[in-house]
Nanobody
Framework: QVELTESGGGSVQPGGSLTLSCEVS????????MAWFRQAPGQEREAVAC????????YYSDSVKGRFTITQDDAKEVVTLQMDKLTPEDTAMYYC????????????????????WGQGTQVTVSS
């Protein structure tokens, strides 16, 4: 397992932006895909975005496509989620996750694909 530390959460008004960062400590080279999930109160944890670290291919959930961007910085071992045009529906605890598997189109959103998780960072969007 790898150690993951999220940062960058906070409160923002609708239409605003936030940038979340996930620092990967220990065994970055054993990680093949990184993802962001989120969980709102009373809701199941859902995948938001994923990136394959080898080919930088990224996938997004329909709810964030066109508004969120996931990127990686291999030198810093950090994966970033840029979130724009935020809405109240984006309010949730956001979690970074690491997978030892290459990203798969058929299953990238499945929690079981990931074996390491961060503690989460809260994102609140309200006026």
């Amino acid at each position: 397992q790898v150690e993951l530390t999220e940062s960058g959460g906070g409160s923002v008004q609708p239409g605003g932006s936030l940038t979340l960062s996930c620092e990967v400590s220990v065994y970055y080279l054993s990680t093949n895909a990184m993802a962001w999930f989120r969980q709102a109160p009373g809701q199941e944890r859902e995948a938001v975005a994923c990136v394959d670290l080898a080919n930088r291919r990224a996938y997004y959930s329909d709810s964030v496509k066109g508004r969120f961007t996931i990127t990686q910085d291999d030198a810093k071992e950090v994966v970033t989620l840029q979130m724009d045009k935020l809405t109240p529906e984006d309010t949730a605890m956001y979690y970074c996750a690491a997978s030892p598997f290459r990203l798969r189109v058929s299953s990238w959103w499945e929690i079981g694909e990931y074996n390491s998780w961060g503690q989460g960072t809260q994102v609140t969007v309200s006026s």
